[in-house]
């Protein structure tokens, strides 16, 4: 059984041509002449990409019921990275090309958001900000400032960031894992 155009709203989970979208932006337009439709902008869960699509009022659309669960990291094997399910402590065992980019930000024990469908993840989310020990950089130099005040630094999970002159090796810094930009330096 599908849902009617009216049902629609951000966040809202459904299913096109078989691949599992949500909902970002929707708006429903009732013309003074003709049916009433809903445009939409959707992001695809599996590779994030926006596909804007109308649905006209006599459509039914299925809903695809997506499970959020809390996962911790706890290793990795070549390609296959293992965490484990926060509720019933189950090992789950997540592709590289899964998690994409999102590798270089992985540490011990780190939380995450998975997102599945029919037991198929299909997304892992990172928390949007966390806090990482430098383990190699160069020393600023005072006064050095041809480089705009930045120099790289490589985090305890392997990934380089800019980071500002001050900054030193053993020094905690927080990163956003969605830009990988340096946020702050932390106590």
Do not use: C, W
């Not at 003074?32 to 649905?55: D, H, M, P, V």
């Amino acid at each position: 059984m599908g849902i009617s155009i009216n049902e629609i709203k951000s966040g809202l989970t459904i299913l096109v041509d078989g691949i599992v979208y949500m909902v970002v932006e929707f708006q429903h337009v009732k013309p003074g002449k003709g049916a009433a439709f809903t445009r939409t902008k959707l992001r695809n869960l599996k590779n994030s990409l926006i596909l804007e699509r109308t649905f006209r009022g006599d459509e039914k659309i299925e809903e695809a019921y997506v499970e959020e669960r809390k996962l911790q990291f706890l290793y990795s094997t070549g390609e296959i990275y293992n965490f484990m399910d926060q509720e019933n402590f189950e090992e789950i065992a997540i592709s590289k090309d899964i998690l994409g980019d999102k590798i270089k930000f992985l540490k011990d024990n780190i939380e995450v958001a998975s997102y599945s469908y029919k037991d198929d993840i299909l997304n892992v989310n990172l928390p949007n900000f966390v806090q990482y020990t430098i383990t190699h950089t160069e020393p600023g130099i005072k006064g050095d400032t041809a480089k705009s005040g930045t120099k790289p630094a490589q985090i305890e999970s392997g990934a380089v960031v800019q980071v500002p002159l001050f900054i030193n090796i053993g020094d905690r810094i927080k990163v956003d894992t969605r830009s990988g930009e340096y946020v702050e330096r932390v106590q």
